[in-house]
């Protein structure tokens, strides 16, 4: 699979990443050469083959339902790019 | 042209735990903006989500209740898109594996039958924050503290095929989750969401229409309205020659419509995948065991008991089965008044739901008690006070002046049953009124209900009118001579 | 100070030739000296790290001294700690103060260690030079023109550089091993679920391992003592109890059972760097270890089946850089949208957003099963080959990486051929066994490392080989020119 450019501007926007447009070229050339290494895959048939989620196929452990927080939110909004009121602010969402 | 409707909900109940779903965060409604937002809610760099036990019961006492198949192995996967109100640029979810699936519900429709309404699935996930739209110089404010509260994600098999068979079902719903308590139900505050996916198709058509999806119809009310007014756009629409398109549209309660949203190639591609930070969860036999333990009597039950135990008629029992406090302070009062279940059924529904509905308050801020209403109606059984006093001494419960006995000795309404009293004031309304005592024996029995009503006027309405009937008969002597 | 090992330092420390104070007065004047040369840090924590050593004093003093107590240690700047920037090597977490410490940071904290800094990484561990740091490369002090590889580039830097006896290093598909074994240091990447994952900020969460890195075994061991352990942080850690991994490293090795995967000694591997590994071969033999050639057939496609797993989970993982509740937000955003891609495009190097790319497109609509789904299968497979092998085997032996450290800027146009230089380490990471890269020689006169594969939480057997292996031979305790 080799990607145009059209597709790499669809994937920027679908992972929000503003990419300088003489770029694209490049960014098509090695995307098509990272996925022409991953279809090697296709090598081996995987027919039947339950997907591993994790090496030893743990569980998942269950947390007991108890409030362990206490309100951080001066510390957590001290690194905050912009906030008002215990609010964190961004630009106008319109729905 | 003949059109069917053709509705599926899905339905997004808040589940009652203390913390939330993956973090220890309280889930407690209305804290100041971001005081309940942990480090994992806000999807700091380097945090992980840890699963909630009780999320997980609830989920599976849900499953269990619908008669449903509690997977054995469900599984966590990211649904990823970027909003500013989910902070982690995903919603973990469940996608493929969903905890529970193929349940049903079965609804009353109007004609009294039932309908079974199959249940698609119902799966867990994360909520998310919420978006403050207020001026903030030109900004969006955003509140974290709901990110992260569990959710179980209820979607309906499209069953549904009006406004008011879509409404029944929610009402079922609503009723029993909070049947099973794991949601408190509360609408305004958001624990209890509906998005209804709407189309139309020719009546005998097998294939469904294109379909739309509503979001936002968070009211019984709103439900019907905004499915009513659907379902009229796309007929007016396909009757015009047009085409439904496949899109996302909002209902708007304050115009009564709807409107569109996005549509399908503007929808998001979530790419979902399951998330590597969470295993797979494992429902076993015995965790089963202990859920199916918890299952309290679900609302269907109840009803069919409620008929055959205290012989109510249906719609009564439906009315008090509606949910299971109500069903418990009927019982309590039948169990306190020593088994007056009809009159306990008219209390409850007359009088008690009168005061509550006049004064807006809900059942568990009922200042009359099940224990004070048994007793009262037992004292109505036992001849203390009549029906009539009753209300009187209801309505001072209610104003808390105390427990009906205390009432009824407090205000003297206890029924004046000693014959010699009784005697004493039939004797003063016979010598009053000579020319009505004429009339009684001269065959005029209606005159009677005179007598009646005098003496229990003298006697403050306090006498027990068996006995002042049998009296008043026995010193007028027979009527008509 | 500067040339001794933890465990040196520890027994110094324990028979008062020096106080903490005065080892870590010693490494930060050392640092402030030396970083310059080798670029392994990008935050120093002096302050942080004199009170931290009083305390270490004041604990021995009362007779509450572990062995790590007072020891100067540096953490990969992916790991969180509270109060000190944890930038990830990113333009996008330069301004990142992070608000609570990792779980692993915590533990060492408890341990007695001294944290004297935040040590220089590929930007968000992608990548295998450290040249995808904000903050320049790396070098590799066996020769400053060279890569120190990565991603945990500057932790290998500095114990090699001797600013600081041992560091913390994250490994996702070798990133403790491969710069461990270029910088002539040892490395361990754990078993996944060992190690708390909790504040290692994620690159890909079902491979990121956390793990120590140092000069010797036995240093390495003194270390895992400390980090592993269950974590109820961290849904993926594993519950079950840690051994002292010091107890067994002196113990014979005789008998022990090592494969030789034959896939590890195929084309594409040195001449020269052969060459070290059969010499080290001999040495275990000596040692009393009997080897057997196996062969893990699906190996192969573990560079395929890694480049798909790692940047899908990455993609996500990385979602929430979206400059809304920390890390970088672009000048004057116009509108909402505009502020995600501008932040995100402006925060991150090419090669993060080259991986964010790749992960995106597989698991889009229609391409999730082709991709991730099929990974996920061939990881299983490749799991399967290992378990086979350990039927037989108590443990694997070869090369760390094919070829010795490259040029700075070498492979920088070439992002595959970069990557294939993983291809003996990220077999691992996703069959999730523990693995480490030790000191075995030179070949070009640069350092070769040999790597010692186990069994599930085996972790105790890899470090007696190694331990006894470097009781015999000196290449551990090689100095690069000019750090003595």
């Not at chain 2, 794991?182 to 209804?196: P, V």
């Not at chain 3, 001797?162 to 598909?173: H, I, M, N, Q």
Request: charged fraction near 25%; glycine fraction near 8%.
């Amino acid at each position: 699979m080799s990607l145009g450019p059209a597709e790499v501007k669809n994937i920027a926007h679908l992972a929000r990443l503003a990419i300088d447009e003489d770029l694209i070229p490049e960014y098509a050339k090695n995307l098509s050469g990272i996925l022409a290494l991953v279809e090697q895959m296709n090598a081996v048939d995987t027919e039947g083959v339950e997907p591993m989620a994790h090496p030893m196929d743990a569980t998942q452990r269950l947390r007991p339902d108890v409030v362990t927080e206490t309100n951080q939110r001066e510390r957590f909004q001290r690194i905050a790019p912009a906030t008002e009121a215990g609010l964190y602010l961004v630009p106008r969402v319109i729905e | 042209m003949e059109w069917e409707t053709v509705i599926g909900l899905e339905v997004h109940v808040q589940l009652l735990t203390r913390s939330k779903i993956f973090s220890g965060a309280s889930t407690a409604y209305g804290a100041e903006p971001n005081t309940q937002a942990c480090a994992v809610d806000l999807g700091l760099p380097g945090v992980l989500p840890v699963l909630n036990e009780e999320a997980v019961r609830m989920a599976v006492k849900f499953g269990l209740a619908i008669g449903a198949e509690v997977a054995p192995r469900s599984v966590f996967a990211r649904k990823n898109y970027f909003y500013p109100d989910l902070p982690k640029g995903y919603q973990i979810s469940q996608y493929e594996l969903p905890i529970v699936a193929r349940g049903h519900l079965d609804i009353d429709l109007e004609d009294g039958t039932t309908k079974r309404i199959g249940i698609t699935r119902a799966h867990l996930e994360e909520d998310a924050g919420k978006s403050l739209h207020e001026d903030f110089a030109g900004m969006t404010g955003i509140d974290l503290n709901r990110a992260g509260t569990p959710l179980l994600e209820i979607v309906s098999e499209p069953d549904l095929r009006s406004a008011k068979e879509a409404v029944a079902y929610l009402k079922k719903l609503h009723s029993l989750v909070m049947y099973l308590e794991i949601c408190d139900g509360n609408m305004q505050e958001g624990s209890f969401r509906c998005d209804a996916n709407v189309s139309v198709r020719r009546k005998g058509d097998p294939k469904f229409g294109t379909r739309v999806e509503i979001k936002n119809v968070n009211s019984f009310r709103f439900v019907e309205r905004a499915i009513n007014y659907e379902v009229e756009r796309q007929i007016e629409l396909l009757e015009s020659g047009g085409k439904v398109v496949q899109e996302t549209r909002l209902y708007d309660a304050n115009r009564d419509e709807t409107r569109s949203m996005r549509t399908k190639e503007e929808a998001n591609d979530y790419r979902y995948f399951p998330d590597p930070d969470l295993l797979p969860v494992v429902v076993d036999a015995e965790l089963l065991a202990r859920v199916r333990e918890t299952l309290p009597e679900l609302p269907d039950a109840k009803r069919q008991r409620f008929m055959e135990e205290y012989g109510l008629n249906q719609y009564d029992a439906t009315v008090l089965t509606a949910t299971r406090e109500l069903a418990d302070y009927y019982e309590h009062v039948v169990r306190e008044s020593g088994g007056l279940a009809k009159p306990a059924a008219n209390w409850v529904m007359v009088e008690l739901a009168g005061a509550l509905n006049k004064s807006g308050l809900e059942l568990r801020d009922s200042p009359v008690t099940p224990q004070m209403l048994g007793q009262l109606l037992k004292r109505i059984q036992d001849g203390t006070i009549s029906g009539k006093i009753a209300k009187e001494v209801f309505e001072a419960m209610w104003n808390g002046e105390g427990e009906p006995d205390e009432i009824i000795e407090k205000r003297g309404l206890k029924q004046v049953t000693d014959v010699a009293a009784i005697e004493a004031l039939v004797d003063q309304v016979i010598a009053a009124n000579p020319a009505q005592v004429e009339q009684y024996r001269a065959g005029k029995d209606k005159v009677l209900g005179f007598f009646v009503g005098q003496v229990m006027k003298a006697s403050g309405g306090k006498a027990n009118p068996a006995q002042l009937n049998e009296l008043l008969r026995k010193k007028l002597g027979p009527a008509g001579g | 100070m500067h040339d001794k090992t933890i465990a040196e330092l520890s027994a110094a420390l324990q028979a008062g030739e020096f106080s903490a104070l005065e080892l870590t007065q010693h490494l930060l004047a050392r640092i402030e000296a030396r970083n310059g040369d080798v670029n392994a840090f990008i935050t120093v924590t002096p302050e942080l790290a004199l009170e931290a050593a009083k305390a270490a004093d004041a604990a021995r003093a009362r007779g509450e001294a572990g062995p790590l107590t007072g020891i100067p240690i540096a953490h990969k700047d992916l790991f969180c700690t509270d109060g000190v920037r944890t930038s990830c090597g990113s333009k996008m977490l330069d301004n990142f103060i992070s608000p609570y410490d990792a779980t692993v940071v915590e533990r060492l904290k408890v341990a007695g260690t001294v944290m004297l800094g935040k040590t220089n990484m590929d930007e968000f561990a992608m990548g295998s030079s450290n040249e995808t740091s904000y903050y320049g490369p790396a070098k590799n002090p066996w020769d400053p023109q060279r890569v120190p590889g990565g991603s945990s580039g500057g932790s290998a830097a500095a114990v090699a550089a001797r600013l600081v006896p041992g560091v913390t290093g994250s490994d996702t598909g070798g990133s403790i091993r491969q710069p461990a074994a270029l910088c002539g240091i040892s490395g361990l990447k754990p078993t996944y679920g060992r190690v708390s994952r909790y504040g290692m900020v994620a690159f890909a969460s079902s491979l990121d391992q956390g793990g120590p890195m140092a000069r010797n075994a036995e240093d390495l061991a003194l270390l895992l003592n400390a980090m592993a352990g269950f974590d109820p942080k961290d849904s993926t850690c594993i519950d079950r109890p840690v051994p002292d991994y010091t107890a067994r490293l002196a113990a014979s090795i005789k008998g022990l059972k090592i494969g030789l995967p034959k896939e590890y000694f195929s084309e594409g591997l040195d001449a020269d760097v052969a060459k070290v590994i059969d010499a080290a071969i001999e040495e275990f033999r000596r040692l009393g270890a009997e080897f057997k050639e196996v062969s893990l057939p699906n190996v192969k496609l573990s560079v395929p089946a890694y480049y798909v797993i790692a940047p899908a989970e990455a993609s996500s993982n990385l979602s929430r850089y979206d400059g809304v509740r920390f890390g970088y937000r672009c000048e004057n955003p116009r509108d909402l949208e505009d502020m995600y891609k501008r932040s995100r495009g402006e925060g991150f190097g090419a090669e993060v957003k080259r991986r964010i790319l790749v992960g995106t497109y597989a698991l889009s609509a229609g391409y999730y099963d082709a991709y991730y789904r099929k990974a996920q299968q061939v990881r299983r497979l490749i799991r399967e080959d290992f378990v086979k092998a350990f039927a037989e085997v108590d443990m694997l032996l070869g090369p760390t990486t094919p070829d010795v450290a490259f040029r700075l800027g070498e492979m920088v146009d070439d992002p595959v051929r970069m990557y294939l230089t993983d291809v003996y380490t990220i077999a691992v990471n996703l069959a999730g066994l523990p693995a480490m890269s030790i000191p075995a020689g030179f070949a070009k006169g640069m350092p070769v490392g040999l790597q010692l594969i186990g069994r599930d939480f085996d972790e105790a057997r890899l470090l007696n080989a190694a331990h006894k292996y470097q009781q015999v031979t000196d290449w551990h305790n090689a100095c690069p020119p000019g750090f003595e």
